[in-house]
């Protein structure tokens, strides 16, 4: 009999794009199966060209590839993924998507413009996946837009983990705008801690302007838990530190899932004198090592997801919209 805290070997390929390898490994190690080999090269116009080095014939194959910069060639290296092992006869197709970039262009709020986020689920489909797996989409209804069976899951207990170590008297919970709100909650009900949100309205792809809190000042309090999906060149995350410092705020922790951090935000957002703490996943690749920075693997929550769906098991404590506490019984 299978074992229940692996994959069978036999029967399952597990490849990775460029974008993130030692993730794809992390996760591979976990559910015990080895990271096969793909070769990923280009012609002289530019072209990719891949090859699965790994017959996948009547297998379950994964494919894990993370969308960040550069964007649009990370994209396409997946979707050609899916497509070889769709034509390859493949049993079953799981794309790994950690960081679902696309997640952003999510509805239509100018003339002539597309709603990316739908386009690229049906694009995944139409490649091969037959199932996807993801973490905090930027948008929760993104998640409708895939018309095929999508995990969408939560980074939370992970950091929950990690925050529950120090002491976090004097602290509240700060969410970037009200759209956040009702994940930000959760994750400071798990804390035991209150929460605000920021009054925010974006201006352009770099700029917020954000006029206040709402739901609650800080109330006095020394430190605040500021928790976020996404830092992309932190325009939102550095407005809404000056609006807490104003208030009395000496000190501001960051969490995020996803820490892009292009342009570079992060040595922006650490030059703030009050910003003492980044943490972030390695959904996206982290090249930065600061003493600010802490990184926290996320290798387990997928690799888990992966092993309860091969054993027909629940998943529903790792969903981003679950008020389950890790551990309990779920259907």
């Known amino acids: ?54 017959t996948v014939r009547s297998r379950r194959v994964y494919i894990v590839q993370s969308l960040c910069p550069p964007v649009n060639d990370h994209l396409v290296e997946l979707l050609m993924m899916l497509d070889i092992a769709r034509a390859s006869a493949a049993k079953e197709i799981h794309a790994v998507i950690p960081y679902f970039s696309f997640a952003r262009s999510d ?50 207990p992970v950091f929950v983990e990690y925050f529950k170590q120090f002491d976090l008297s004097d602290t509240i919970v700060v ?90 935000a992060f040595e922006r957002l650490v030059s703030l004198p009050f910003v003492t703490k980044v943490v972030t996943t390695d959904t996206v690749p982290q090249p930065i090592s600061h003493p600010k920075l802490e990184v926290l693997c996320m290798a387990e929550v997928f690799g888990e997801s992966i092993l309860r769906n091969y054993h027909h098991q629940s998943i529903e404590d790792y969903f981003a919209f679950s008020d389950r506490t890790l551990g309990e019984s779920g259907g």
Request: with cysteine; proline share 4%; aromatic share 6%.
């Open 1 to 54: 009999m299978t074992n229940q805290r692996t994959l069978d070997p036999a029967e399952v390929r597990f490849f990775s794009g460029s974008s993130h390898p030692k993730l794809a490994e992390a996760i591979a190690r976990y559910v015990g199966v080895a990271l096969d080999p793909t070769s990923i090269k280009r012609f002289s116009n530019d072209d990719l060209y891949i090859q699965l080095r790994a």
């Open 107 to 156: 509805k239509k709020d100018a003339p002539r413009i597309s709603i990316t986020a739908r386009l690229v689920a049906d694009l995944l489909q139409t490649a091969g996946a037959t199932h996807i797996t993801t973490m905090v989409l930027h948008s929760p209804q993104v998640h409708g837009f895939f018309s095929l069976p999508t995990d969408h899951l939560t980074s939370r």
């Open 175 to 264: 969410s970037p705008d009200l759209g956040g709100a009702k994940s930000a909650a959760r994750f400071a009900k798990e804390l035991g801690l209150p929460i605000t949100a920021g009054n925010k309205e974006r201006i352009s792809d770099t700029r917020v302007e954000i006029t206040g809190l709402v739901g609650g000042q800080v109330g006095g309090r020394r430190r605040a838990l500021v928790y976020d999906d996404e830092i992309a060149t932190g325009g939102t995350i550095m407005e809404l530190a000056e609006v807490l410092a104003r208030q009395g705020i000496e000190e501001v922790w960051v969490a995020c899932t996803h820490g892009v951090f292009v342009r570079g």
